[in-house]
């Protein structure tokens, strides 16, 4: 109980402080010519930073073998959900920019206030789901013995931490993308969003190069005996998809915004465009980035979510979640 106690009283005071760290901390001048001055004492930096290692230590402890470490794992991924529920819900829908947000560029940029409702209310769900999840499992005394590779039931410890270290951070990074995408130009903390978010997005694909590699070095677990064949060429086909669509997205964002003629941040570090400013680079590559490969994403990511809890809650199938999972 006393557990339980604390765990409220951490969820309380994330969701006190968040709307401050994000309306307050985050409050820099864009320029409309693509300068853009950094806050004070690189502060997005340090926000950036503070995520990234957030989520490091978050899937560090879901993977560790002491369980009551695993509980605390948990509930940390729970708190990084409550946190962007909290950050939609108590700073961006009291900025007034989902009623007035920058001038639409394309119809689908209409659906941003939508997408981001839905965002904000998944990651809630899935925030007080974790966190039953994470008091559940403070119950529990069996150790996690993981080897560092695969072996053909389960991923090894290396494996686990690329991806649950990708999830958390992807969990940040297409919420602060959208919202930037709409924030009007001229407003004082729109590009500390573009900072954070350009951030995140170099270290998923250096995360997600990092695990294809380490796949060449050890085979995937084989998947459930009891899946059906369409099954697993399903769930084969959305592993593969969402390989491709994760890697793309940071690459077509960065050659997006180098036609721009903006730089990519990278904490402190600036990298300018590559290339000459282009009209017709930027609208063909941003309709990728900001448009085709958020939206398949999504299907595809909530295909791979909602397959794995089928197996795991109506299939009965516990070693299908329990590859990536415990």
Known sequence: MNNLKWTYVGVVVLLAIEPALASEAINLSAGN??????????LDSWIALAIVVTSLVTAWCMNAVSPKARSFGTILASLGCLAVAAWFFLFVLGTGILENPKPNQTPLDSAKPTLLWLQGLIALAAGLFLLLLGIRQSGEDKALELKTENDPERYGRVSRLLHWSTAMLFITMIPMGTFA?????????RNAYYVVHKTIGVLVFV????????????????LAESLKPVERKLAHGVHVALYGFLIALPVTGFVMTSFHGYP??????????LWAPSDTGTVVWGLFHKYLLPYVLYITLGAHILGALKHHYIDKHPQAIKRMVG
């Not at 995360?207 to 084989?222: M, S």
């Not at 990519?264 to 465009?273: A, H, K, Q, V």
């Open 33 to 42: 010519d693509g300068s853009a001055t950094r806050i004070e004492n690189d």
């Open 181 to 189: 995408s709409i924030i009007p130009e001229g407003t004082d903390y």
């Open 207 to 222: 995360l997600l190069a990092t695990r294809l590699i380490w796949n060449l070095r050890t085979r995937r677990p084989a």
């Open 264 to 273: 990519t941040f990278f904490f402190i570090w600036e990298l300018p465009p």
